[in-house]
């Protein structure tokens, strides 16, 4: 069993800061790192070669790798540089009628909000971001509630597999069952999923899905992926029309040209998502994700209680993975944040949800006991002093 902190020097990760906030942008390791530094040198040494000749072919390799560890077919993937971009192009492209609706949840990531008011709004549809109870209680009633909100008028369920502020693991392969029975499209965000909890595409059966690379696979900035359904991908548009449309020589796959090929650009973080899969497999990372979730499940209740509030989900690994958010009594989120930063040399967002603030922190290889301790004790010198924190 692996005991945490694991391999802390192979992160790049400043020393004199706690980092407890894996979940924003993750963090890359020493080798990984590398293996993008000579794709980056490769790309240098001979642009051409690199981007107009054999581009194709290392983007190909790398997609392959990534379809293998989240099972599903390579050609049904593309690169992007981030689950935001991946909703747009799905968002932007979706026939959708006036009065239809998308069905999310109110706790989904901000960017996807704004994403789908903005284009449901040019097409007079709605998009219905039904609330949930919070704290959740059962896999059971999340699914009872949240299905109350589909209607005759529901065209696509947009939901997160793990959420951003509120940090929760919801049912997903649950409600794609339910969508699919109900002739529902499912477009799920899983953006914290890859290398957190295991993926299988084939059988969570979601019609799309979007994933980021950079967070907990470690790979290097500005890598995720969008999956789509063969039956669904000649629905949608490129957010730019480059080279593979009306292509010279078109591949066997429409999706892969209209969206792969971009013309010039840096293409080296996805030609490192191998060499994520190999530090992951190489270093039991199966074991690190456990020994990490249960710092998780260890400490939630007690930081609750010095905040003098409630879990939002059961103390369990229902809804809890490798990170979680305390609800905390602010009504400066921000300013807290920076104290952490400035004051203790603490990495950790401190996030608004509507009326809600959460302070969410993450644990991965490099972390300790002692990182939460030391949150936990700034935490309980300000809320001693009663003016960022006001119980």
Same mark, same amino acid.
């Given at each position: 069993? !692996? ?122 549809? /709605?998009?219905? /971001?039904?609330? !949930? ?59 914290? !999923?890859?290398?957190?909890?295991? =993926? ?128 905390? @009594? ?18 950790? @967002? ?6 809600? !603030? ?29 003016? =960022?924190?006001?119980?």
């Amino acid at each position: 069993m !692996v005991t945490l902190p694991f391999l802390k020097s192979q992160f790049l990760l400043n020393p004199d800061i706690t980092y407890l906030n894996f979940g924003s942008f993750g963090a890359c390791p020493r080798p990984i790192f590398k293996d993008y530094q000579d794709w980056q040198l490769l790309l240098e040494s001979e642009p051409v070669d690199f981007i107009a000749v054999n581009g194709v072919n290392y983007l190909k390799a790398s997609r392959e790798a990534l379809a293998g560890y989240i099972n599903c077919n390579a050609d049904d993937l593309v690169y992007v540089t981030n689950p935001t971009y991946a909703v747009n192009i799905i968002a932007r492209s979706l026939a959708l009628n006036e009065g239809d609706e998308i069905l999310a949840t109110d706790i989904e990531y901000g960017a996807m909000d704004r994403t789908w008011n903005y284009y449901c709004g040019k097409q007079k549809a /709605r998009y219905v /971001r039904h609330h !949930v109870t919070l704290p959740v209680t059962t896999k059971a009633f999340f699914i009872e509630e949240f299905i109350k909100g589909i209607t005759p008028r529901t065209k696509a369920i947009f939901i997160s597999q793990i959420t951003s502020s509120t940090a929760l693991k919801l049912p997903v392969a649950e409600i794609c069952e339910i969508a699919k029975q109900r002739g529902l499209i499912t477009i799920v965000d899983g953006a914290h !999923v890859p290398g957190h909890i295991p =993926l299988d595409l084939s059988a969570l059966k979601a019609d799309i899905y979007t994933g980021a690379c950079h967070k907990w696979m470690m790979a290097p900035k500005g890598c995720s992926f969008l999956y789509v359904k063969k039956e669904y991908q000649d629905l949608f548009d490129p957010i730019i029309i480059s080279w593979g449309y009306q292509s010279a020589a078109p591949s066997h796959s429409r999706f892969l040209d209209y969206h792969q090929m971009q013309g010039t650009r840096d293409f080296s973080a996805f030609c490192a998502v191998p060499a994520s899969i190999r530090f992951m497999n190489e270093n039991n990372w199966v074991e690190v994700a456990a020994a990490s979730r249960q710092l998780i499940l260890n400490n939630y209740q007690r930081f609750c209680d010095l905040m003098g509030s409630q879990p939002i989900c059961p103390v369990d690994d229902t809804f809890l993975v490798q990170m979680c958010s305390i609800p905390v @009594p602010t009504d400066q989120p921000e300013k807290l944040h920076q104290h952490l930063f400035d004051h203790y040399h603490i990495e950790v @967002p401190v996030m608004r949800q509507e009326k809600d !603030v959460y302070l969410r922190f993450s644990i991965n290889a490099f972390n300790s006991q002692s990182d939460i301790d030391k949150l936990y004790n700034a935490l309980a010198g300000i809320v001693a002093e009663g003016v =960022l924190i006001k119980k």
